[in-house]
């Protein structure tokens, strides 16, 4: 199993090479005899260790073909090409350059969920895609003594990408592996690599569907993959920490599976968050999302064309209240007033329990776009009509949109009458 880096295109010695110059002196001072108590960990799990200066990583490669699935999930069209919709959900436009063979997917196995400078990553596991496969490397130490060798494989193997992949990597996994590279005084080879970290983005995009986005929760939802078998996250310091007093394989063969499915997960949420922002393959809720992300960053017109097509997706019905208020805010940084005007008319007419938006917003149009004070005022005591029957029935309701209409109501009253004398 080679370590030359896949990142890097010059010829020069691989880790693997270099390791093994050093294989015979590692042989004249041999490992602990303790190492060797149970069944050895690569009668479990498929791979191989690489040892250094009596030190030893154990490493897994494992090759995906490109046509794989995971959950209902089709991973190949990772290599479509086109990170216009990553760009999107991630609000980093820097996506837009991702290749395949110049990213990464990356996660860690750690010996606490808080971090900290005590904390060590005890396994890391990344995929680099590598000629139609999904390559999937997982390094993983027996003890912390391994930890400058797993280190300097995962330098190997990542250095000179361009980008890589995560959930929620950028506050936690990053971090942690920077600080271990700094304190082996080792150099980081995460410098200059475009970080995209998936949880902001499925947050972006799933938070008003889902009761939460952890990516259990995600890959249960999206791709129908149920761990019914898998160590929990919560449980996995505790079973490293007893691996290490019993040196019992069995304890951690669980983890690697774990690693892996975090790992499969991660790419197909990639390919399905970058298709339903780049070729508008989404549910009406996931549009109005994608929606709200182009208004944030300011690209109106973008916007208004996401929420149509939500609209579009959810029919006659119009789905949630809460996207027919949002495009009617659209309609108006656009121009559209006529437009805007009538769906807040509409919201009113349709309300099912009093709302003061469609009021609001009908009182600012008349008042400023058709200077009509006297419509404005109309609005505005009908609206606090409706408002006080409702307080008759919720009497502890609304107590501070009574004060703001009132307000409304009263200014509306003294710019009538200065009007009036002006005339």
């Not at 690599?193 to 939460?212: E, G, P, Q, Y």
Request: with cysteine; hydrophobic share 40%; proline share 4%.
């Amino acid at each position: 199993m080679p370590y030359s880096n896949p990142f890097r295109h010059k010829k020069r010695l691989s880790l693997s090479d270099r390791l093994n110059r050093l294989q015979s002196s590692a042989e004249a001072d041999p490992l602990p005899s303790f190492r060797a108590e149970t069944g050895p960990l690569e009668s479990l799990v498929a791979g191989r260790w690489v040892e250094s200066a009596g030190v030893r990583v154990f490493c897994v490669e494992e090759k995906i073909p490109v046509s794989a699935k995971h959950g209902s999930q089709e991973l190949g069209p990772w290599r479509c090409g086109n990170y216009h919709g990553l760009s999107v959900v991630t609000k980093d436009e820097r996506a837009r350059t991702l290749t395949p063979e110049e990213t990464f997917f990356f996660d860690t196995e750690t010996t606490g969920l808080a971090g900290g400078s005590g904390t060590v990553a005890f396994m890391v596991g990344c995929v680099i895609y590598r000629d139609a496969h999904f390559i999937l490397h997982q390094l993983f130490i027996e003890d912390y003594s391994g930890e400058s060798l797993l280190l300097e494989i995962l330098g190997e193997l990542i250095g000179g990408a361009k980008h890589m992949v995560s959930f929620n990597g950028k506050s936690y996994d990053e971090e942690l592996l920077r600080a271990r590279f700094r304190m082996h005084r080792m150099p980081s080879p995460f410098q200059k690599i475009v970080h995209l970290d998936l949880l902001h983005a499925s947050r972006r995009l799933w938070k008003d569907m889902f009761a939460d986005c952890r990516l259990g929760t995600l890959e249960r939802l999206l791709f129908g993959i149920e761990r019914d078998h898998d160590i929990p996250s919560a449980a996995i310091p505790q079973t490293y920490f007893d691996f290490l007093t019993s040196r019992n394989a069995e304890l951690v063969a669980p983890i690697f599976s774990h690693n892996r499915t975090d790992l499969l997960s991660l790419i197909a949420l990639a390919v399905k968050l970058n298709d339903i922002a780049a070729f508008s393959d989404g549910e009406v809720a996931e549009k109005h999302s994608i929606g709200k992300i182009f208004y944030h960053l300011k690209d109106h017109e973008k916007a208004l064309a996401w929420v149509e097509a939500s609209l579009a997706t959810a029919g006659p019905k119009g789905g949630d209240p809460s996207l027919a208020k949002f495009y009617s805010v659209l309609l108006k940084s656009t121009g559209r007033y006529e437009d805007a005007v009538r769906l807040w008319k509409d919201l009113i007419e349709k309300r099912r329990m009093f709302d003061l938006f469609p009021y609001e917003e009908l009182a600012k149009y008349y008042e400023h776009r058709k200077k009509s004070i006297s419509e404005a005022l109309a609005v505005t005591e009908a609206a606090l009509s409706h408002l006080g029957r409702e307080r008759r029935l919720f009497p502890s309701k609304a107590a501070g949109e009574t004060r703001d209409l009132h307000s409304r109501r009263d200014r509306l009253l003294r710019k009538q009458k200065n009007t009036s004398l002006h005339t």
